[in-house]
């Protein structure tokens, strides 16, 4: 231990490089975050109101920077500490992703709170800090920082999920989340040490190069690349680690489970790919049968139960639960096809899709809760009879989730069967049969809510009108051109193609 | 005006229903009739602009693609907007522009149950988008989008409107096409990434996958992802279950417009995409496909014979008349291709046809229920005539249009294609002979118990039965003068056609 510390006093401190530029986002996020925090501690509720807003333009100001980024793309990739800390194509359209969804997630909690009666500025603030981890997560190329940006995202919302404290379902959401958080944690961080152990680094493209990770399958090697994984796979909601989510789901408040379902899975698919991506390429053989089954499992799993569901929420949950099933798909066969089409630009594809039309059908659902006070999927009876503009932008949305032209969704499903279909082995072909069955039993799901909507009669015989608070009605609009634009004219994503120069390739 | 059709000609085709359908958005729902008037008008400028282009149309090289427009789509994976129009696309063109005005000007006075014309004509209007969009992509990402589009109007257009069973049939027929093209774009893309990831262009692929060597099992398996699609379209035996359901239960409107059009997506779909890029595995598949198609032909007519619900019946005969036209199409012969273009057509003219009287006697007797219906020739004279005209037509009676579609489709596969067994399509040519018989007979006796003998008890003194009324003339019309004139001289149509047949299996002959 002495002489440890001995060699401390003699190594100099040399301060790190800082590309002021290139971190601009994430320091304005924290300033304005902490800004808004100290507006809320002095104002209390003469403030109270503006609090969506002002949060809502903490998330919108950073775009600044993040723009001017990627337009001097000669500059890209900026790299700084040694490679923890990476700023490409394909993590600036990351933070542009969960920037939108932080603005979204405000619009839709806006209303919400507001009426419910809740510490309303805490929410945003935590919100705020959550989201942060997200964009940090973006840039992480290290072992640690990727911990460290996953447990900012995690632990505010535990607290979140637990937010109507009165309700019992509620305070299980936030329990069981938490526990599963933390022993999912445990996990990965046990997985994560033995990789720094055998590799000796934390840094993702160095262990990429080690030397035990490149000799081949070993059993500790092995034991550390499963522990990782399944640390992700809690955090995806993989099947057999997805067991919180529908529970989460529906007890958390509904504008918290849009955030969960779309922004926070996000982010754990962000870190996974990270991992897998930059830091596992050497272990393909052992990985990819791994994502093989996690994938088929997720996605047949996830779509069966939605099947039984009667909860709109919990079907969104499970639905949501196969649709990570799809995404983990490219990354069962990412050793082979890195070269030409690449599997992190078809799950950042889906990605981005994915956030359009899952945070539009939560806005539906929480209009529609509005009025009807029920998450019965039965309560969307006759919507399109006294509700029809409301009712055709969940038709979008159903369709798009299904993954019917010509609204978004078909093109995130067409990008994970590009992947797969690429070299055409059995492995990649035989996922991308099971993935099309699997989008027929998905079907028959949204379907039925679709068959609510336009052919069952209105529950009660009530046909009072839907009040559209203005936020609610702002992110309906925002998500419902982005689901059509993106399946009318998917080359705006799909121009990302050259976009994942993760460090070390 | 020539340089306009050629560069937006198409587009215009294909978008102005979406653009009339938008503006419907805006008007409330009370004004039914400014409704119908945007849709008729809508359609019939649709049809309009497709005459003008029709007019442009260099007959004499039918077999080109014309109005070609080339633009990059989606760069990242090479999928283009590429329209155009040639001789095997025209006729199948017509036939669309033709059916959904006349589907319009029939709903004037018979929107079905629960009403709601605004939300009726808007989904037709989209219908009529991906309809025309399938027949003229060149490019097979765009014609995948343009083949589901249609799936949505039309599983509203059954689930709204349709029967007492109507839910049941419109997930039926939704989930069994969805199953097909899921798996049809697996094989999509496994063709993409057989020929070398440069294009999605229907012809450039043909021509990479015939210079390329792609091992023989390859191109089975990925013929066998795009039978799967279009089989299920059309529909082949056994994969037509989904058909009898959702012809009985849609609205006449939804029956005519699947008979007539959507079911020709799936033959189209053989003759435009998957054999001409796949002629090796097509030769393989072929015996199978003939196979299946004289199942159809035969189990059709049976099932015909079976039923007890006139719009029933009818829909188990598109079955056995489908079964024809595969069969034209499994010879791989320009003959028997051709035969099954004019089979698409005539099929769409008849049995749409068929459809639309089966609507109006439900309308007026409000059952479809054989044993109950009678004496049509005594109650509404004129319409028993045309149901008989119909009838006659549909078995194939030589001098109506029903005769080109099968007679050449059963004398092409007395001699299919190289590398096709002969002797195993002269038995097909033999069962598919006696399936005409049955045809003969189970239109007939439907003939017989519904229009011939005296009207029953229940019905006899009923006052809402009528005749003829002035929106079923006018939609009915060109229908009947259509069927006389390509009975009289199939010419029109099979000049148009085999140019670009005999284009489209030249991969087949190298």
Same mark, same amino acid.
């Given at each position: ?31 304005? %975050? ?5 507006? !809320? ?30 337009? !001097? ?9 040694? %490679? ?16 939108? *969804?932080?603005?979204? =997630? ?21 919100? *705020? ?9 973006? *840039? ?41 958080? =933390? ?43 499963? /522990? ?96 990570? %099933? ?45 009025? &009807? ?43 994970? /069967? ?55 009605? &702002? ?9 059509? =634009? ?8 799909? !121009?990302?193609? !050259?976009?994942? &120069?993760?460090? %070390?390739? | ?38 849709? #008729? ?22 077999? $080109?693609?014309?109005? $070609? ?13 590429? @329209? ?39 989904? +037709? ?108 379209? @059309? ?62 032909? +035969? ?68 059952? #479809? ?142």
């Amino acid at each position: 231990m002495l002489s440890l510390l001995a060699q401390i006093d003699q190594v100099p401190f040399i301060r790190p490089e800082i590309d002021w530029h290139a971190v601009a986002p994430e320091l304005i996020l924290l300033g304005l %975050g902490a800004l808004v925090t100290t507006l !809320d501690l002095i104002f209390l509720e003469r403030i109270r109101r503006f609090m969506p807003t002002l949060t809502g333009l903490t998330f919108l100001v950073p775009l600044i920077p993040i723009l001017t980024l990627w337009n !001097d793309s000669e500059s890209l990739p900026r790299s700084m500490f040694d %490679g923890a800390y990476v700023v490409d194509r394909y993590s600036l359209a990351l933070k542009i992703l969960f920037l939108l *969804s932080g603005y979204l =997630v405000v619009l839709l909690a806006t209303d919400y709170m507001a009426e419910g009666d809740y510490y309303d500025s805490e929410f945003y603030q935590l919100i *705020s800090a959550s989201i942060l981890g997200m964009v940090v997560m973006s *840039s992480a190329r290290d072992l640690i920082s990727i911990f460290v940006a996953l447990e900012l995202i995690s632990i505010p919302a535990y607290l979140m999920a637990a937010w109507r404290k009165r309700d019992l379902k509620s305070n299980e959401a936030g329990l069981k989340y938490m526990l599963m958080g =933390v022993f999912a944690s445990a996990i990965m961080l046990y997985g994560m040490s033995i990789l720094y152990g055998v590799s000796g680094s934390t840094n993702l493209a160095v262990i990429a190069q080690s030397d035990i990770l490149r000799s081949g399958t070993r059993s500790i090697v092995t034991l550390a690349v499963v /522990f990782t994984i399944i640390g992700f796979g809690f955090k995806v909601s993989a099947v057999p680690f997805h067991t919180w989510a529908p529970d989460t789901y529906e007890g958390a408040p509904t504008p918290l489970t849009a955030f969960l379902a779309v922004a926070s899975k996000a982010a754990g698919f962000v870190a996974l790919m990270n991992v897998v991506l930059v830091a596992l390429p050497p272990q393909a053989t052992v990985v990819e049968p791994l994502m093989w089954v996690l994938s088929a499992v997720t996605m047949t799993v996830g779509n069966l139960i939605a099947i039984r569901q009667t909860n709109i929420v919990r079907m969104l949950a499970y639905s949501g639960v196969a649709q990570a %099933g799809y995404m983990l798909a490219p990354l069962a066969v990412y050793g082979q096809t890195f070269n030409e089409t690449n599997p992190a630009n078809a799950i950042v594809n889906y990605l981005l899709v994915y956030a359009a039309m899952n945070f539009g059908a939560f806005a539906v659902v929480l209009l529609v809760a509005r009025k &009807t006070r029920s998450g019965e999927i039965s309560s969307f009876g006759g919507l399109m009879n006294y509700a029809p503009g409301l009712g055709a932008a969940m038709t979008l949305f159903l369709f798009s989730l299904a993954g019917i032209p010509p609204v978004g969704g078909w093109w995130a499903k067409f990008q994970i /069967f590009n992947v797969l279909t690429q070299n055409p082995s059995f492995f990649g072909i035989s996922l991308a049969v099971i993935a099309a069955i699997n989008s027929v039993f998905a079907a028959y799901y949204y379907l039925n809510i679709a068959k609510q909507m336009w052919f069952m009669p209105e529950p009660n015989e009530d046909h009072t009108p839907i009040g559209f608070p203005a936020p609610l009605a &702002t992110a309906l609009a925002i998500t419902v051109v982005a689901t059509i =634009v993106f399946g009318i004219l998917p080359g705006i994503t799909g !121009d990302l193609s !050259d976009f994942t &120069t993760l460090a %070390g390739r | 005006m020539t340089e306009f059709l050629n560069d937006w000609g198409i587009t215009v085709l294909v978008f102005l229903p979406l653009v009339g359908a938008l503006l419907m958005m805006f008007i409330p729902a009370k004004d039914e009739e400014s409704h119908k008037l945007i849709a #008729l008008l809508t359609t019939v400028a649709t049809a309009l602009v497709g005459i003008a282009l029709f007019s442009e149309f260099d007959f004499d090289r039918t077999a $080109d693609l014309q109005f $070609d427009v080339n633009t990059s789509w989606i760069s990242v994976v090479n999928a283009n907007y590429h @329209v155009a129009i040639d001789g095997m696309s025209l006729p199948l063109i017509a036939l669309t522009l033709l059916v959904v005005p006349l589907v319009i000007i029939y709903s004037w006075n018979h929107i079905p149950d629960p009403g709601n014309a605004k939300m009726f004509l808007m989904l +037709i209007l989209v219908l009529h988008t991906g309809m025309l969009g399938s027949f003229v992509a060149q490019d097979i990402v765009l014609f995948f989008v343009f083949f589901e589009v249609v799936l949505l109007p039309m599983y509203f257009m059954i689930g709204v409107w349709g029967g007492p069973d109507r839910l049941y049939a419109s997930i039926k027929f939704f989930l069994y096409t969805l199953f097909g093209s899921a798996l049809m774009l697996v094989a999509f893309l496994a063709l993409y990434w057989n020929t070398g990831s440069q294009t999605f262009d229907m012809q450039e692929l043909a021509s990479l996958v015939a210079e390329r060597d792609i091992p023989l099992g390859t191109q089975v398996l990925i013929f066998g992802g795009m039978f799967l699609g279009f089989g299920i379209k @059309v529909p082949m035996f056994p994969f037509h279950t989904w058909l009898p359901d959702a012809h009985t239960q849609a609205p006449t409107q939804g029956s005519v417009i699947l008979a007539a059009v959507l079911l020709k997506l799936g033959t189209y779909g053989f003759v435009r995409i998957a054999i001409p890029i796949l002629p090796e595995a097509a030769v393989e598949w072929a015996p199978w496909i003939g196979l299946l198609a004289v199942i159809g032909i +035969i189990y059709g007519a049976l099932g015909c014979l079976a039923q007890t619900d006139m719009k029933r019946l009818i829909a188990f005969s598109s079955v056995a008349h489908m079964g024809y036209v595969m069969l034209g199409i499994a010879t791989l012969t320009p003959f028997g291709i051709n035969a099954a273009i004019f089979g698409m057509v005539a099929h769409g003219l008849i049995t749409g046809m068929l459809f639309f009287i089966a609507g109006s006697v439900k309308d007026r007797y409000h059952t #479809l229920e054989i044993k109950r219906l009678g004496g049509l020739l005594v109650q509404a004279p004129k319409m028993g005539w045309i149901l008989g005209f119909c009838t006659m037509a549909s078995l194939g009676l030589p001098g109506l249009a029903g005769f080109w579609g099968e007679f050449p489709a059963i004398l092409a596969a007395y001699n299919p294609a190289d590398g096709v067994s002969t002797s195993l399509f002269r038995v097909y040519m033999v069962i598919a002979a006696i399936g005409t018989v049955f045809a003969a007979g189970y239109l007939l006796w439907l003939l017989q118990r519904t229009a011939f003998g005296t009207p029953s008890d229940e019905f006899a003194d009923d006052p809402e039965i009528t005749d003829m009324n002035m929106t079923e003339w006018i939609a009915w019309t060109p229908f009947l003068v259509l069927i006389v004139l390509f009975g009289f001289v199939p010419g029109i149509i099979f000049d148009i056609t085999d140019g670009a047949v005999v284009e489209s299996l030249k991969t087949l002959a190298r």
